[in-house]
Nanobody, 125 residues
Framework: VQVVESGGGLVQAGGSLRLSCAAS????????MAWFRQAPGKEREFVAS????????YFGNFVKGRFTISRDNANNMMYLQMNSLKPEDTAVYFC???????????????????WGQGTQVTVSS
């Protein structure tokens, strides 16, 4: 499975960005998908995950209703809509995936098998 992120960039505080993750080489509908982020000097942090059919989403505590995660199984795509961005949201954002038959969410990065290269998000104050 290969995943490629896109959509990062520079935005002012309070603005919005939409990240995309394109997957290939696997059975997308069988993958639990997630977003992580990593700021300079910090550990990789869970942002959000979405269940295989897309009916269930789980977010990191810091999100507080600002982000939404979605997926399009017909086109092997996942998205992260980020609103009300803050300077502390500045980080490299990664798409992650794993095959998963359960119904719960997984928020530990070491449990994901497939990773993209990341896309930089910079929020200016």
């Amino acid at each position: 499975v290969q995943v490629v992120e896109s959509g990062g960039g520079l935005v002012q505080a309070g603005g919005s960005l939409r990240l995309s993750c394109a997957a290939s080489g696997g059975t997308f509908s069988a993958l639990l998908m997630a977003w992580f982020r990593q700021a300079p000097g910090k550990e990789r942090e869970f942002v959000a995950s979405i269940s295989r059919p897309g009916l269930s989403q789980y977010f990191g505590n810091f999100v507080k209703g600002r982000f939404t995660i979605s997926r399009d199984n017909a086109n092997n795509m996942m998205y992260l809509q980020m609103n009300s961005l803050k300077p502390e949201d500045t980080a490299v954002y990664f798409c992650a995936a794993r095959y998963y038959a359960g119904n719960s969410h997984v928020k530990h990065s070491e449990e994901y098998d497939f990773w993209g290269q990341g896309t930089q998000v910079t929020v200016s104050s």
